[in-house]
């Protein structure tokens, strides 16, 4: 297996795994990072011009990876622009699109299951400026293997991690280029069912089906689809939105949802996917890599398309729990390109 240092390209912007002392040096030189990695190698970082959440699961060029706690995936944003950095709590989230820069982007990360997670996933699309100043970025979570660990987010100013913030890293985009954010989601509508809902909500109780209304919880149980391997697809005048199956607890009779869904919106189960690699290398083949500096691709691609040790090209990125191109996704890769 190559050394983690081995997988940053090189030549070009550092956007790979990196050893922590390297990292540091990085820190210490004054560089401006995004950062992503397990807690305890978070923990070991000085202050600095830097930004992180958690996550073990990381796309690079030789697949899926887990990693240990001596490595930290590294995005050199200096090398993207100017770099300014912030942390808001739950009630300022609008702030984030409000002060982002007029030629540039906000790259966010949010601690997954935090009344962060909640308010931006719910009232993203509504913020000042919120598709003239875009808003990238990921839901930091944990190992999967660990249960009742916490997803964190830190602010690398002062060296501290936060379950409850959001950490951004403002970056202004060098005269004549331009961010450019590209969704890849690999889920169509099955072409069935079309589904509505009565109110925006993680835990939608009802449903209309085809203009029948029953329990969504009974729904998804006559369909079969208690895997929560396939999402809802929102359609969103052409766009298509996931919003994914979390849990299912038939005693209570609830579907929790990674995602929230919206009244108004024609939502359809996805149709299945055969493969998941082959599907992204055919998707990411459709898309431009001139200038293509990050991704993050979603955990549930990670377990169901069996990613491990699977290369699906486009840029290396952390695996998340949640993506944000814009708004909050679900089942998605976002890729960041600059023009």
């Known amino acids: 297996m190559k050394s983690p240092s081995s997988i940053v390209s090189e030549g070009g912007a550092i956007n790979g795994l990196l050893p922590i002392d390297t990292v540091v040096d990085l820190i210490k030189a004054g560089a401006s990072l995004s950062l992503a990695g397990r807690k305890a190698a978070l923990d070991r970082l000085p202050a600095g011009n830097w930004i992180a959440g958690t996550s073990p699961y990381f796309m690079t060029a030789q697949g899926g990876q887990i990693v240990d706690d001596d490595v930290l995936f590294v995005t050199d944003l200096g090398a993207i622009g100017t770099v300014t950095f912030a942390t808001y709590e739950a009630h300022e989230l609008e702030r984030i699109s409000g002060e982002a820069p007029d030629n540039g982007l906000a790259l966010a990360i949010i601690p997954g299951g935090s009344a962060c997670h909640t308010e931006f996933a719910q009232n993203a699309a509504n913020y000042p400026m919120a598709f003239m100043r875009p808003t990238v970025g990921w839901i930091s979570g944990h190992d999967l293997e660990k249960a009742g660990h916490t997803p964190w987010v830190y602010d690398g100013q002062v060296a501290k991690a936060f379950p409850d913030r959001v950490a951004v890293a403002q970056v202004t985009l060098p005269n004549g280029e331009s961010p450019l954010i590209e969704i890849v989601n ?45 999402p809802l697809v929102g359609n969103y005048g052409g766009a298509h939105v996931n919003a ?86 679900n089942q998605t890769m976002v890729v960041l390109r600059k023009e």
């Open 186 to 230: 690999i889920f169509a509508p099955d072409g069935g069912d079309v589904i509505h809902f009565e109110e925006t909500s993680f835990t939608p109780e009802w449903c209309t089906v085809n203009g029948n209304r029953q329990r969504f919880h009974d729904y998804v149980l006559a369909r079969g689809l208690q895997g929560c391997d396939l």
């Open 244 to 329: 994914s199956l979390k849990t299912i607890d038939t005693e209570t009779g609830t579907v929790e949802l990674f995602a929230p869904v919206f009244p108004g919106v024609d939502y359809a189960f996805a149709a299945p996917v055969a493969d998941y690699a082959d599907d992204f290398r055919q998707a990411l083949a459709e898309h431009p890599t001139a200038g293509t500096v990050w991704s993050c691709n979603c955990i549930l691609n990670f377990t169901f398309g069996k990613l491990e040790g699977v290369a699906i090209g486009g840029a290396a990125g952390p695996v998340t729990f949640g993506e944000i191109a814009y708004q909050l996704l």
